[in-house]
Nanobody
Framework: QVQLVESGGGLVQPGGSLRLSCAAS????????MGWFRQASGKEREFVAG????????YYADSVKGRFTISRDNAKNTVYLQMNSLKPEDTAVYSC???????????????????WGQGTQVTVSS
């Protein structure tokens, strides 16, 4: 059974940091590209960051470039999102997702992904 379980969300002040984790099970994690998406209340889901199966390809939304870093540990079947210099507009539910590396779909589009986690809430507020 495929599972993606996010953790690490919470309430943080503007300018603060959080590290999100996504633990994967039920599939061969090392063969999958991984992505982070977020959805703010009343808005559509949007791409945040993506990392290829070999970690050789990294993608970031313009809104988070220079502040967020995606990484993965294939030995632990886990993908991370380090978020620094957080802003109130970063408030959203953050979800991780997995897609087989053999598909040639754009990692920045949600429809490319086969498996999704439930999400973790990140709230940036003073």
């Amino acid at each position: 059974q495929v599972q993606l379980v996010e953790s690490g969300g919470g309430l943080v002040q503007p300018g603060g940091s959080l590290r999100l984790s996504c633990a994967a099970s039920g599939f061969t994690f090392s063969m999958y590209d991984m992505g982070w998406f977020r959805q703010a209340s009343g808005k559509e889901r949007e791409f945040v960051a993506g990392i290829g199966w070999t970690a050789g390809n990294l993608y970031y939304a313009d809104s988070v470039k220079g502040r967020f870093t995606i990484s993965r540990d294939n030995a632990k079947n886990t993908v991370y999102l380090q978020m620094n210099s957080l802003k109130p507009e970063d408030t959203a539910v953050y979800s991780c997702a997995a897609k087989g590396h053999w598909t040639n779909q754009d990692m920045r589009t949600s429809r490319a992904y086969d498996h999704w986690g439930q999400g973790t809430q990140v709230t940036v507020s003073s």
